[in-house]
């Protein structure tokens, strides 16, 4: 079956099609700046990227659009609608209502709306990709994939403030945690390529992209995560703070004259290493500019490396262990300085970094860890639109 997986923000969506039997990517893509103009990217496998200017006030337009490039006589990939099987989005809050993917009925709609005070941002953006899809394909089953589903398992401990109790019981604020997707299908794999029952394994997942969020996995499930309520909490990001002293905040508002709203912009958008740097929040860009010498890059990817470093620690006690560490994303697969910085801390766990392999190991399944580590760890690529065709599929049958 074809799974169409669907990635929608406010004004971006991604798309792939995905071969569910062969697990191969027919086409992706992405619509950008919807509502404004309109971009349509459309690469077919094996095909020519294709960009064009597209007029795209809405959501559904969009859709249009990608169906148009999907079916396109000359560089389309499949002849008609009726050969997408499905189509499986990615929900961002299920807040505590969802601890699985779902398929998608009105009932869920609704009690994702539910959850949007805790994701204003997400989730009515994903719903406006949800809703568009059903009135262009009526007849096509669809789910939804949260990412907030897999950290479910969370226990009590690990996911309450210590704040007063009755904002728990009013408004549901807790830890959540995001990229459930994410960890859920790197340690599985890191499971299969150790060749052990996740059952028995306690893993640390460390997904470290532009958002980065590292998990404490014990048998197969998330007791542990950093990022929490919000995507803002844990590590430092590209443009997000992660943890701080909460009077931080009142401190910089009443010095810079500013409201909540810019604060939590500051927050959000202008801190991480792009705040610390003053560079750039892309660690390509922070590399070459400390190879350079510029003291504010390195510090930056410095202080990034010490909150994982850190996390990890918390996460070894936090599971009385670790069996296997895991990097993945854009930096966790990419970045062998990254990697060095926080691997080489771990001679603790009786880790030694297999330097070779971490500098040869861009994006592949490599451990890089020398055999005689006490604890392997591994580069492990992630692929969220395919964990989200999988559970798509896994829902239909
Ligand atoms: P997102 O959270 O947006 O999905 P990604 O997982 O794509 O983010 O990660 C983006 C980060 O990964 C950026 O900081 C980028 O510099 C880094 N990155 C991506 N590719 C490479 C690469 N080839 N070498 C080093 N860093 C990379």
């Given at each position: 079956m074809n799974v169409l997986v669907i990635n929608c923000g406010s004004s971006s969506l991604k798309y792939q099609v995905i071969?569910?039997?062969?697990?191969?990517?027919?086409a992706k893509g992405l619509c950008e700046r919807i509502g404004i103009d309109g971009r349509l990217v459309y690469t077919p496998a094996g095909g020519e990227k294709e960009i064009s200017n597209l007029d795209m006030p809405t959501h559904k337009q969009a859709i249009q659009y990608v169906i148009d490039a999907l079916t396109?006589?000359?560089?389309?990939?499949?002849?008609?609608?009726?050969?997408?099987g499905a189509v499986g989005h990615r929900l961002v809050h299920g807040g505590e209502k969802f601890a699985c993917s779902t398929l998608i009925t009105e009932d869920v709609i609704k009690a994702v709306e539910e959850c949007s005070d805790l994701a204003p941002l997400h989730n009515p953006a994903n719903l406006i990709g949800v809703r568009a899809c059903q009135e262009l394909m009526p007849n096509t089953p669809m789910a939804g994939v949260f990412d907030t589903a897999f950290h479910q398992t969370m226990p009590l401990e690990a996911y309450m403030?210590?704040?007063?109790y009755e904002y728990y019981e009013k408004y549901k604020i807790r830890k959540y945690g995001f990229h459930g997707t994410s960890h859920s299908f790197v340690s599985k794999r890191t499971a299969e390529l150790l060749g052990?029952?996740?059952?028995?394994l306690k893993i640390i997942v460390c997904h470290l992209g532009n958002g980065s969020s590292v998990c404490a996995v014990n048998g197969g499930k998330?007791?542990?995560?950093?990022?929490?309520?919000?995507?803002?909490?844990?590590l430092i990001m590209g443009t997000r703070s992660g943890d701080?002293?909460?009077s931080v905040m009142e401190f910089i508002c009443k010095k810079e004259n500013m409201d909540i709203n810019g604060i939590m912009d500051v927050l959000n958008k202008k801190s991480g290493v792009q705040g610390l740097s003053?560079?750039?929040?892309?660690f390509r860009d922070l590399q070459a500019g400390a190879a350079d010498g510029n003291k504010r890059c390195e510090m930056a990817v410095d202080v990034f490396c010490y909150r994982v470093l850190k996390y990890i620690g918390a996460y070894v006690a936090a599971m009385n262990g670790v069996d296997a560490i895991a990097f993945t994303a854009g930096l966790g697969e990419n970045d062998e300085i990254v990697r060095r910085k926080i691997v080489s801390?771990?001679?603790?766990?009786?880790i030694t970094l297999d330097e070779e392999a971490n500098e040869?190991?861009?994006?592949?399944?490599?451990?890089?860890?020398?055999?005689?580590?006490k604890v392997p760890v591994w580069i492990v690529p992630t692929n969220e639109e395919l964990a989200i065709a999988r559970e798509t599929v896994a829902l239909l049958k």
């Amino acid at each position: 079956m074809n799974v169409l997986v669907i990635n929608c923000g406010s004004s971006s969506l991604k798309y792939q099609v995905i071969n569910s039997d062969t697990e191969q990517v027919l086409a992706k893509g992405l619509c950008e700046r919807i509502g404004i103009d309109g971009r349509l990217v459309y690469t077919p496998a094996g095909g020519e990227k294709e960009i064009s200017n597209l007029d795209m006030p809405t959501h559904k337009q969009a859709i249009q659009y990608v169906i148009d490039a999907l079916t396109n006589e000359k560089t389309g990939v499949i002849k008609s609608l009726d050969e997408i099987g499905a189509v499986g989005h990615r929900l961002v809050h299920g807040g505590e209502k969802f601890a699985c993917s779902t398929l998608i009925t009105e009932d869920v709609i609704k009690a994702v709306e539910e959850c949007s005070d805790l994701a204003p941002l997400h989730n009515p953006a994903n719903l406006i990709g949800v809703r568009a899809c059903q009135e262009l394909m009526p007849n096509t089953p669809m789910a939804g994939v949260f990412d907030t589903a897999f950290h479910q398992t969370m226990p009590l401990e690990a996911y309450m403030y210590g704040i007063p109790y009755e904002y728990y019981e009013k408004y549901k604020i807790r830890k959540y945690g995001f990229h459930g997707t994410s960890h859920s299908f790197v340690s599985k794999r890191t499971a299969e390529l150790l060749g052990k029952p996740i059952e028995n394994l306690k893993i640390i997942v460390c997904h470290l992209g532009n958002g980065s969020s590292v998990c404490a996995v014990n048998g197969g499930k998330s007791v542990d995560t950093s990022m929490g309520l919000s995507p803002l909490e844990g590590l430092i990001m590209g443009t997000r703070s992660g943890d701080i002293d909460p009077s931080v905040m009142e401190f910089i508002c009443k010095k810079e004259n500013m409201d909540i709203n810019g604060i939590m912009d500051v927050l959000n958008k202008k801190s991480g290493v792009q705040g610390l740097s003053g560079v750039s929040s892309d660690f390509r860009d922070l590399q070459a500019g400390a190879a350079d010498g510029n003291k504010r890059c390195e510090m930056a990817v410095d202080v990034f490396c010490y909150r994982v470093l850190k996390y990890i620690g918390a996460y070894v006690a936090a599971m009385n262990g670790v069996d296997a560490i895991a990097f993945t994303a854009g930096l966790g697969e990419n970045d062998e300085i990254v990697r060095r910085k926080i691997v080489s801390r771990l001679g603790y766990l009786g880790i030694t970094l297999d330097e070779e392999a971490n500098e040869n190991g861009r994006g592949k399944e490599i451990a890089i860890s020398t055999p005689d580590s006490k604890v392997p760890v591994w580069i492990v690529p992630t692929n969220e639109e395919l964990a989200i065709a999988r559970e798509t599929v896994a829902l239909l049958k």
